[in-house]
């Protein structure tokens, strides 16, 4: 793999991929439960996830590779994702009919 790809497979980016796979297979069983499933609304919400978080990623993590001094935006950004994702989970659960704590107010 060019070294310019390397982002690709480190353990933030499958973790974010996991994620997103998690949070999109929570999804989907929660709008199927709740009658409310459509396939616009499941290509609507892989725009911004694919997007947005894994090219965003991309992006900073091969701007800290270049400029080693802004290496904390990156790991930055990886937590506000994380944080985004573990949030958007927490909700589909909710969905599901898991009574989480708090998991309304995400």
């Known amino acids: ?41 499941l290509a609507k919400f892989m725009h911004a996830p694919v997007l947005g978080y894994i090219f965003g990623f991309a992006v900073l993590s091969q701007v800290a590779a270049e400029l080693p001094q802004l290496a904390f935006v990156a790991q930055g950004a990886y937590i506000l994702i994380i944080v985004a994702l573990i949030a958007s989970v927490f909700r589909n659960l909710n969905k599901l009919g898991l009574p989480l704590p708090g998991a309304e107010k995400m």
């Open 1 to 41: 793999m060019p070294q310019s790809l390397d982002f690709l497979g480190t353990t933030q980016m499958q973790f974010i991929v996991i994620l997103i796979g998690v949070d999109v297979i929570l999804g989907i069983l929660g709008s199927v439960v709740k009658k409310e499933f459509r396939f616009g609304k």
